[in-house]
């Protein structure tokens, strides 16, 4: 496809690389069709690139592996994910039998989690680590071990290796999740070429993990953008979220940039802080840092209709107001950044302090306080076991308990010999990201998916009701001994119907503890010195934090956005918030929603992997408004319509939908206007470009 052009009818995205980015450069395959990474795989088996990871965000160090020991060895490759492992190896060696079909892993999530080291019977991993181990002692020292340019043939054997070959229907996806060309989804023209002497500015709003994003991609392709952000740092959520025990409950290797992967991950369920920091140095590194205005916050967007584009209305730190004009507006705020705090009566007469665990007084000692913790969903689950050292007493007030997913390493470092590969071995890091995401294609979807001829009184699927029976085998072994515990924690509800959190025994252990009370019974109000319950008991308090989640329902809220004809998008909404595809609704051109309405991700894939085609799809809405000489595009009301009724029908067959318990899935409607209902693959195929039939181009 020429550069600029709009994207072929076939769908088929030609990745081929402008010269003139400097980050990406391609080489076509025979094989594939399309570029290939520096430094992995070239169009001619053999061929030399640029080492790998030199044009990289995090470079590796491969000359690690050449100074270890022996024994430091053997334990790097008893430490290793073995799968990766092989895969790495076979690349760079081209010893095509470390891919033994016998060694083929299991990715398929079960009722208990992923199969350690992929379901492969003992004696089979040892003779796996084995070879090896007897293959990277025959490499490590090679001088070009950084520079190994395996062959394409290599690569599609190591697919097959992974998925059983089902990775062919997800071909482009799995590609770029692989990094395969380096950076696929750049885009490959400059507004300077496509639309020469127009200007076009773009307004991000947001600098958390989106935003960041679509600054970069803006950058790419020489569009001037300018990135509002009402806090003072950037990472949104992650800046946000500074309570004790934050950390991220999805796996951390897949919850990362596919074009910036990060072989450096301290855990594999990082801290808020590294998670922070990745995003911090990218923003820098992307030179997103320049077209920030921090402290500023969005008030009102207002379409112009004579000269289509948009006046967006901020105030800044110091209160002052300011009017901008933008040609496009992106809106990159996420969901989960409103705190809400239910209004209990006499929560205002409270004596002591109280917070929202997103705005967390780190003025407050907890030391010898009696501390009130209200909710159980995410933030609780980790805060509670953080707080509990320091506290005198706990009470945690539960409404509904969640469903708990046994994760024994959930707090576990990244082991040094496990590091080694990861920074020392070219490919172990890109592959073992890559089994991550694989693996969470499918995720537990399968798992939660309503079978309709399924009668049950808590399951919506004979699969659903064996993972409920698997999940309450581990609450009955986790508070054995504690029969008053399992009953209130064996949740009434189907698994998958409210997030499941991440368990490695420190919250049964908080509970079990002796400074720990659980009330169950419903809060009837706040008095001067405590929570008073449902038949009257006061628990008494000094501090009391609020682990009671946000307004997620509420997108865009507070901001004001008016579209074409005065159309007031919360009046048009009407508390049931709706997009296309997440990402734009009917009478607001050129205004995109990053994470809008039904693109949350619950029990598959990674909320990364969605905004990176959130953010490719606007680039291509925006190469066909510059390339057609238009002003904006707008979606019709009836794709609108549509696309609406197909996230109906499909959330109402998934145990979220289908379940009547409370959760931040649905708004106060009932309607479940946050989560995505169908595969990653669909999503990724429906965002690969605009269906321009869906919309009006504005002139
Ligand atoms: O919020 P929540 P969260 N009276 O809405 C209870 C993400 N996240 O901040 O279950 C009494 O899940 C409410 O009770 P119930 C993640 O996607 C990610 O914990 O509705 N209780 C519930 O127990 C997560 O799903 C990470 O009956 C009331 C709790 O408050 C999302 O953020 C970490 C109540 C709210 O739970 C939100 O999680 C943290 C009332 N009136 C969060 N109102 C990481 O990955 C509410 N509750 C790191």
Request: aromatic residues 10%; charged residues 20%.
């Amino acid at each position: 496809m020429r550069s600029g052009s709009l994207p072929s009818q076939s769908g088929q995205r030609d990745r081929s690389r402008d010269p003139a980015n400097s980050l990406v450069y391609s080489i076509p395959t025979a094989n594939f069709g399309r570029s290939i990474r520096a430094g992995v795989v070239t169009g001619k088996q053999g061929e030399r690139e640029a080492p790998v990871g030199d044009r990289a965000f995090f470079p590796l160090e491969s000359g690690l592996l050449a100074e270890a020991t022996g024994p430091v060895l053997r334990e790097a490759v008893a430490a290793a994910e073995i799968h990766p492992l092989l895969c790495a190896l076979a690349l760079l060696s081209g010893d095509e039998s470390l891919l033994d079909p016998r060694f083929r892993p299991d990715t398929r999530l079960g009722p208990s989690g992923p199969k350690p080291c992929g379901g492969l019977p003992p004696g089979l991993v040892d003779e796996a680590r084995q070879r090896a181990l007897t293959c990277l002692e025959s490499l490590r020292r090679r001088p070009d071990l950084g520079t190994r340019v395996p062959s394409p043939h290599l690569l599609e054997r190591a697919l097959d290796f992974t998925t059983g070959g089902a990775h062919h229907a997800a071909r482009r996806m799995v590609m770029r999740e692989l990094d395969v060309p380096h950076d696929g989804d750049a885009p490959r023209w400059r507004l300077g070429s496509l639309a020469p002497g127009r200007g076009f500015r773009v307004a991000v709003i947001g600098a958390g993990m989106s935003g960041i994003l679509m600054a970069h991609r803006l950058r790419q392709a020489g569009i001037a953008c300018v990135v509002f952000e009402k806090n003072p740092a950037v990472g949104g959520t992650w800046h946000d979220n500074a309570y004790p025990g934050c950390r991220l409950d999805t796996p951390n290797f897949a919850y990362s940039y596919s074009f910036a992967q990060n072989p450096r991950w301290p855990s594999e369920f990082s801290s808020r802080q590294a998670i922070l920091e990745y995003f911090t140095t990218l923003a820098r590194r992307f030179g997103v840092i320049e077209d920030l205005r921090l402290g500023t916050e969005v008030l009102r967007l207002e379409y112009r209709e004579r000269e289509p584009g948009w006046t967006l209305h901020a105030r800044d730190a110091a209160g002052r107001e300011s009017a901008h004009e933008f040609d496009a507006v992106v809106s990159a705020v996420g969901q989960l950044n409103r705190p809400s705090i239910p209004a209990f009566p006499g929560a205002a007469s409270f004596a002591g302090p109280s917070w929202h665990t997103a705005r967390w007084r780190h003025d407050v000692s907890l030391a010898g306080k009696r501390v009130g913790v209200i909710g159980t969903g995410a933030s609780a689950y980790q805060v509670v076991p953080a707080i509990l050292g320091e506290v005198r007493e706990l009470v945690v007030f539960q409404r509904n308990p969640p469903w708990m997913l046994p994760t024994p390493r959930y707090y576990e470092p990244i082991s040094a010999a496990h590091r080694l590969l990861l920074v020392g071995l070219p490919h172990y890091a890109n592959w073992h990201r890559f089994y991550q995401v694989w693996a969470s294609v499918k995720g537990r979807w399968d798992l939660v998916r309503v079978d309709p001829q399924y009668r049950h009184p808590v399951s919506v699927s004979a699969a659903n009701e064996e993972l409920r029976q698997a999940l309450v085998r581990h609450i009955e072994a986790s508070y054995a001994g504690r029969p008053d515990l399992v009953a209130s924690q064996v949740p009434d509800y189907p698994p998958g119907a409210k997030r499941m959190l991440r368990d490695n025994g420190a919250w049964p252990a908080a509970l079990k503890d002796p400074k720990v009370r659980l009330e169950t019974r419903a809060i009837q109000g706040i008095t001067p010195s405590g929570i008073r319950v449902a038949d009257g008991a006061v628990h008494e308090l000094d501090a009391l934090v609020y682990a009671t989640g946000f307004h997620a329902a509420d997108f865009l809220v507070p901001m004001q956005v008016q579209g074409v004809g005065g159309r007031r998008l919360h009046d048009w909404w009407d508390g049931d918030a709706r997009a296309y595809l997440g990402l734009c609704m009917p009478g607001f051109p050129n205004f995109f929603c990053m994470y809008g309405p039904n693109s949350n991700l619950s029990v598959h894939g990674s909320l990364i992997l969605f905004a990176e085609s959130q953010a490719h799809w606007i680039m291509e809405a925006l190469h066909a408004v510059l390339s057609r000489g238009a002003r904006a595009i707008d979606v019709t009301e009836e794709a609108f319509a549509r696309f609406n009724v197909l996230m109906d029908e499909q959330n109402a067959l998934m145990a979220w939908g289908a379940s009547g318990v409370s959760s931040w899935y649905k708004n106060a409607r009932g309607r479940v206007s946050q989560n995505w209902p169908l595969s990653l693959e669909d999503y990724f195929s429906m965002t690969e470009r605009p269906q321009l039939a869906d919309f009006r181009l504005l002139g």
